[in-house]
């Protein structure tokens, strides 16, 4: 897909971040070192909320007169609608301040393609699984402050059960029902496939879900990627388990960066 030169513009890609695991902003810089060498923008800078560069100083990196802020984010929520505004000093999709032109695109997460995404890693992971007997799972964060995450999910879930893929779909959620846990009681079919609708592979994907999948005991330490990804199927409860990365690490949210960037233009232009 071809993404028109802004050869003027500055681009900033915000991730949440982490103080205590570094796997959660790897995404967010992995995709911006793509961007960055297809040279669409003069510059590809990232920031975060829980890590350097911070929101408070990324702007005094930028040079550009005009710049597009994109939250590499999973949904609408507290920190799209509230944090990042504030450390920016946003008043809206549009701010000019100190010179520049600020343009505060919608979260990566509200792009039609995410529903490919998620059917693209369910296929990766469980290519062997005939879909007529597999359960898919979307997982994600729930209940939290302003938290849309449970939201998002159901959407993709709606989305993915009308394309007829999978004769069951549903939502599990880490912090409300119906929870990971329940994925027996939630599931009829065979084959079961576990796909996280979160941003990074962090201790959610890595400590967390496999616990409540029952896949690794509470006092095991992390899985590795590698560890928790190589073992699949999982033979559980007279079931085939496979359990999938996070969406937000592959290699196509480069694109869909690119493509709501795009679509800020065609709805503010």
Not at 211 to 228: R, T, Y
Not at 232 to 238: A, F
Request: hydrophobic fraction near 40%; proline fraction near 7%; charged fraction near 20%.
């Amino acid at each position: 897909m071809s993404h028109v030169s802004k050869e003027s513009s500055a681009l900033i890609l915000v991730g949440h971040g982490s103080t205590i695991n570094p796997d959660s902003s790897s995404p967010t810089f992995v995709h911006a070192h793509e961007i960055r060498a297809r040279r669409i923008f003069s510059e590809v800078h990232c920031a975060f909320w829980k890590e350097e560069p911070s929101l408070r100083e990324v702007l005094r990196m930028v040079e550009a007169p005009d710049v597009y802020i994109v939250p590499n984010f999973i949904s609408e929520g507290y920190f799209t609608a509230k944090v990042i505004p504030r450390e920016l000093e946003l008043n809206g999709a549009i701010t000019i301040k100190n010179h520049q032109t600020l343009r505060y695109c919608e979260p990566v997460g509200n792009d039609p393609r995410m529903t490919e995404l998620l059917l693209h890693r369910a296929a990766e992971v469980a290519g062997d699984a005939p879909p007529h007997n597999t359960s898919l799972v979307i997982v994600a964060h729930g209940t939290g402050l302003n938290e849309n995450s449970a939201v998002a999910a159901k959407r993709q879930v709606a989305a993915i059960r009308d394309r007829g893929i999978y004769p069951e779909v549903v939502a599990a959620f880490m912090e409300e029902p119906p929870e990971v846990s329940e994925w027996v009681n939630l599931t009829t079919q065979t084959y079961v496939v576990v796909v996280p609708f979160f941003i990074s592979d962090g201790l959610h994907s890595y400590q967390d879900i496999p616990v409540l999948l029952g896949i690794q005991s509470e006092n095991s330490a992390p899985a590795s990627q590698q560890d928790v990804f190589r073992h699949n199927p999982y033979e559980l409860r007279n079931r085939k388990l496979y359990y999938a990365g996070a969406i937000g690490t592959d290699p196509m949210m480069a694109d869909i960066i690119l493509d709501t960037v795009d679509r800020f233009d065609q709805q503010h232009d």
